[in-house]
């Protein structure tokens, strides 16, 4: 059975349109609900990530390090829309066609000067844009951000309000 390549381009088309339909208007970019209200000193942590199963991972991951709920959004747009309930953000870089990290971090540090916002990316050279976007710190990625984060986190915790220290 041979198939033409008019055929092929169909069969192309057909599965990068379904795969669209189901990375943009499914489950991917559904917000959790907003966190409750918190109580002084409770940690409260908003995770923003573009790639579904990186975010669900990265947050059962931080969740059981650090012992506190972590709330996970697929762009810094929907995470937006809750900023006053969270007090630690950590934030990814890129988003796509999307606000990416760095315009997202300066968007939350307008809207919650006092949270700790902690910048990962990949690039070296995007470290610099996290911290003049107003990041408290940043992470490279290297195998082992999640340990690294937590412990920025924690040292925050034990440390008072350290999130605007790092700017």
Do not use: W
Not at 86 to 106: E, L
Not at 136 to 159: A, H, P
Request: net charge positive.
């Amino acid at each position: 059975m041979t198939i033409s390549s008019d055929e092929l381009r169909k069969m192309a088309a057909k599965r990068l349109a379904s795969r669209m339909v189901r990375d943009h208007m499914g489950v991917q970019n559904v917000p959790d609900p907003p966190a409750m209200e918190q109580e002084d000193g409770e940690l409260t942590v908003c995770l923003v990530h573009g790639r579904q199963t990186a975010r669900k991972v990265l947050s059962l991951a931080l969740e059981r390090g650090l012992e506190s709920p972590v709330h996970r959004y697929g762009s810094c747009e929907d995470a937006l829309r809750y900023v006053n309930s969270y007090n630690v953000f950590v934030v990814y870089n890129n988003f796509g066609k999307r606000m990416n990290g760095a315009q997202g971090v300066a968007r939350i540090r307008g809207l919650k000067p006092e949270a700790l916002i902690i910048g990962v990316t990949s690039v070296p050279d995007f470290r610099h844009k996290f911290r003049a976007a107003g990041a408290s710190d940043t992470v490279l990625l290297s195998g082992n951000e999640v340990g690294e984060l937590i412990k920025k986190i924690e040292k925050s915790r034990v440390g008072g309000d350290s999130a605007s220290k790092g700017r």
